[in-house]
């Protein structure tokens, strides 16, 4: 390690070990790095690596479940592994500080930033009234809320994603710490207000001349802001280089696999005269506002807001925006899971005729594949009978020994064993359940899969997984796909045609190619701008960085 | 449905922890004892012998009823076996005959007893006898049968009726949840007993009419849970996903949401059984129950209001109830802590 002789915060052989009923785990297995002062430092790994358990390990911020143990934990020169209780909440905040993933669950609902920002203010002492005021509007400058003299007296709920987290981010700078820890900062965020958000972070870190430990799964945020890299996995350091190293030339064998897991900047070929499947004419799908003792409506939410397109078989159409676009909503529209209005063709057929059973019987040609694969799987039905539940339903096999048989085979199609039958969805992983997800979309053999950001809760390498055996599917199957996601990056691997929404909009839409090489609405070239100077770009401020 | 019979591992989980519950555990076993046992009570305690052997022939008045006659008797009415004259014929000779260990039905009246009634404890009376001269120990295993049938039949119809409306109101949400709930207040803040005492005298109270009754309102305080477990669910990803799949409302509730709502019906399970044994003992009491003949606890608790200084009565029947409620209210509490939820 080629750090500064004299490290802001050295970490020797940390374990950190949970209690539970039956076991015991050890969540980080011995693992030593140092910060020096002023250096930005990133702890890489996916979910269960035990990055985020060695950060507040530091400052003893985990559940009385766990044992901390290490042969040294050395800040500004003092060993803080065996600080007392009182000294340990004296140095929180004011020198190491930490910025919290979820900006909304990391504030106080009922009260005011103010009384909040206040709090982090005055642990160095009584401040006045006035003087508290216009710290606090000093600091909210600081970050770059506009208008911060109003925002004072705002909630959490009444400010946007992006500007909790820089109320937080001033929360944790309000005291000047030596050491930022900045655990997974921007990841409930949409792509431009990320890009904001490691601006102001890196700015900030230069003005104060602060270490900041950044602990993140995202390889381009890490490539963009990081001085230097720990890869983790499994509890265990790695691989340790400084970042232009690491990513031009990655020793070991789980951080190239990391590495290679970004999706590609190609988008698919094209399919050549491949038929239309569906037409979706005029779609919309508002919601009510309702206000006052009678329920009256106020106005509309439009989620969706007359939107035309049409798909191909065998074809991916991409639908990106951020939160709040209405791209889910889209989504159900065309599965007719709400309200939604307008006319949908589906193979020459008008899916609104018929009457509710005969439209029931339809759905069997379109499915969906949901976000979150931990809750869109029936916690207490086996794996076998979530398979089986759609051959039932349809009456496509009366015999229960041939049902089995072919969720054997779809398992098998979606990569996994056939003793996964008996089992029940706990005992899976994220990526093992979205496998089963995708099974369970299959074995109904449907012309139209709607994936509602298949690939998002889910670790940058299962990703890669995931998306490799959806297009194997598509191949295979001339499946068509309406591919709904806020990740640029996944959307260019896997999309034909894109189309970006704003506001229950479509500001533009064309072949992938086309959006990403030329991008017309100043939207879409803003939301290029964020995301992809993340997955292409090297530092732009390198020079300065140096401590 | 394969999957409610076959135990998930969360079911499976479930049970350890109860087990691990010793008090719990004992006072199941023991509570399942008393039921088996009290189910067969006609061999424990009746008046007609089980089995007769008589001038070399086997006679089972427990199944048949057999004329006076066949032992040797003057009328073609069934046999009363306590008659000091047909006893002696059952017993000369070869003949003999074996009669339950406690010769007393919960009906027979002693006419053989020389003291008057309530007679205390002693003298072929166990725990003595009540006013109208009935084995009070006979009346003890027959009330405590029908107390505990009645509770189950009256649990499996509120739970049933609780979950259609509650799982009714949770997934359909909106109008429907609406107009029930405001249907469920009016029906709760009805006045209960007092239909109950109109409709007694209305009727000729009997069980049946007890069990529509109470069963009439008792579903309400379940199905409130059963809507909230359903209107939490009904917004789960795997709800949707059904429902993208093709599967019906009546398939999503009961197949989706229904196993997991489970858990405040089970827990609920013991508590509503003592309340219910509870409501036709107190009912009883009030007279407003079951018939006289009928062998029930509020009648003998009645008997013992009635007869303060035959203390057997009122203690036996008093400890009798304290025993069973206490018995279900330590299983109560054991199946709670296991279906805690905090503990998974």
């Known amino acids: 390690m080629n750090t500064s002789p004299a490290p802001l915060l050295a970490v020797d052989s940390l374990r950190v070990t949970f209690r539970g009923e039956q076991t015991t785990v050890e969540a980080v297995q011995g693992i030593s790095f140092a910060i020096g002062p002023g250096e930005t430092v990133a702890l890489v790994g996916e979910s269960g690596s035990g990055k985020s358990v060695a950060a507040l390990s530091l400052l003893r911020l985990l559940p009385p479940s766990a044992t901390v143990t290490a042969a040294g934990i050395r800040f500004q020169g003092r060993d803080i592994a ?63 809320i506009p208008d911060p003299q109003a925002r004072l007296d705002a909630y959490p709920h009444q400010l946007s994603g992006g500007q909790r987290q820089r109320v937080l981010i001033a929360m944790a700078l309000a005291r000047r710490p030596a050491l930022l820890i900045a655990d997974e900062p921007t990841t409930a965020l949409d792509v431009t207000i990320q890009a904001q958000i490691l601006e102001l972070l890196t700015r900030l870190r230069r003005e104060l001349n602060m270490a900041m430990l950044l602990i993140t799964h995202d390889l381009p945020m890490v490539r963009k802001c990081a001085d230097r890299v720990y890869v983790m996995r499994q509890g265990r350091i790695v691989e340790t280089a400084d970042t232009r190293t690491l990513f031009a030339a990655p020793q070991h064998d789980y951080t190239r696999t990391l590495l290679g897991s970004l999706p590609d900047a190609e988008a698919p070929p094209r399919v050549a005269d491949a038929p239309i499947l569906l037409t979706a004419n005029d779609i919309c799908c508002h919601f009510p506002i309702k206000k006052g003792l009678l329920k009256r409506t106020v106005g509309w939410i439009k989620a969706v807001d007359h939107i035309s397109f049409t798909l191909r078989r065998g074809e991916t159409l991409g639908v990106v925006g951020e939160s709040g676009s209405g791209k889910t909503t889209l989504g159900e529209t065309i599965l007719q899971l709400n309200a939604g209005t307008g006319t949908l063709e589906f193979a020459g057929l008008d899916l609104r005729s018929g009457d509710r059973n005969t439209q029931r019987l339809r759905r069997r040609r379109m499915q969906v594949v949901f976000q979150d694969p931990f809750s869109s799987l029936s916690p207490r039905l086996t794996i076998g009978a979530i398979l089986e539940e759609g051959l039932t339903i349809h009456e496509l096999e009366p015999d229960p020994v041939k049902r089995r048989a072919m969720a054997a085979a779809i398992l098998a199609e979606v990569g996994l064993e056939a003793e996964a039958l008996e089992r029940y969805p706990h005992q899976f992983s994220g990526g093992q359940r979205q496998r089963i997800a995708i099974a369970r979309a299959m074995i109904l053999k449907p012309e139209l899969l709607v994936l509602d950001e298949p690939t998002s809760a889910l670790d940058l390498s299962v990703q890669a997984q995931i998306l490799k055996l959806l297009k194997k599917l598509q191949q295979d199957h001339g499946l068509a796909y309406l591919f709904v996601s806020h990740d640029l990056r996944v959307i260019r691997a896997m999309s034909h045609e894109v189309m970006v929404m704003q506001n229950g909009q479509v500001v533009e839409a064309g072949p992938t190619v086309e959006i990403f090489n030329r991008p017309r609405h100043p939207y879409t070239q803003r939301l290029l701008a964020a995301a992809l100077d993340l997955s292409t770009g090297g530092r732009e401020s390198d020079s300065a960085d140096t401590p | 449905m394969p999957n409610l019979l076959q135990p998930t591992p969360l079911t499976r989980r479930r049970w350890r922890r109860f087990k691990s519950n010793p008090r719990g555990l004992v006072s199941l076993w023991v509570f399942s004892a008393l039921f088996f046992v009290s189910l067969a009570a006609e061999l424990v305690s009746n008046d007609k012998p089980l089995l007769i052997w008589y001038q070399g022939a086997l006679y089972s008045p427990l199944l048949v009823s057999y004329p006076e006659t066949t032992f040797g008797g003057d009328f073609v009415t069934e046999t009363d076996y306590k008659d000091p004259e047909i006893l002696k014929n059952l017993h000369q000779g070869s003949n003999w005959v074996l009669f339950p260990p406690n010769p007393h039905g919960f009906a027979s009246i002693d006419r053989y007893d020389t003291r008057p009634a309530p007679a205390s404890p002693g003298q072929g009376h166990l725990l003595g006898t009540d006013d109208r001269a009935r084995d009070v120990f006979a009346r003890l295993i027959y009330g405590f049968r029908l107390s505990v049938l009645f509770a189950l039949a009256l649990t499996a119809i509120g739970v049933a009726v609780g979950i259609l409306a509650g799982a009714v109101q949770g997934y359909f949400g909106g109008r429907v949840d609406l107009w029930l709930q405001r249907f469920m207040e009016i029906w709760g803040s009805m006045p209960e007993l007092y239909l109950l005492i109109i409709f007694a005298g209305i009727f000729n109270p009997g069980i049946p009419l007890l069990l529509v009754l109470l069963s009439l309102f008792g579903w309400m305080g379940l199905a409130d849970y059963v809507r909230a477990e359903f209107l939490r669910a009904r917004t789960m990803v795997y709800v949707k996903a059904a429902r993208a799949m093709g599967a019906s409302d009546r398939v999503i509730m009961f197949r989706h949401l229904l196993p997991n709502a489970m858990t405040p019906v089970i827990t609920f399970l013991p508590f509503r059984i003592s309340g219910a044994i509870l409501a036709l003992t107190s009912l009883d009491f009030l007279g407003l129950g079951v018939p006289p003949t009928t062998p029930s606890l509020g009648e003998l608790l009645r008997q013992g209001k009635g007869n303060i200084e035959a203390w057997w009565l009122s203690l036996s029947a008093f400890v009798t109830l304290v025993v069973m409620l206490l018995l279900l209210n330590f299983i109560g509490e054991a199946l709670r802590d296991a279906m805690d939820p905090r503990k998974e």
Not at chain 1, 105 to 121: G, K, M, R, W, Y
Not at chain 1, 128 to 143: K, N, S, Y
């Open chain 1, 82 to 144: 065996n600080l007392d209780p009182d000294a340990m909440r004296r140095m929180r905040g004011a020198e190491v500080a930490l910025v919290f993933q979820e900006p909304m669950t990391a504030l106080n609902p009922v009260q005011p930033i103010f009384h909040q920002l206040a709090e982090s203010i005055q642990l160095d002492g009584e401040l006045d009234h006035g003087t508290l005021r216009q710290r606090a509007v000093e600091l909210l400058t600081w970050t770059g």
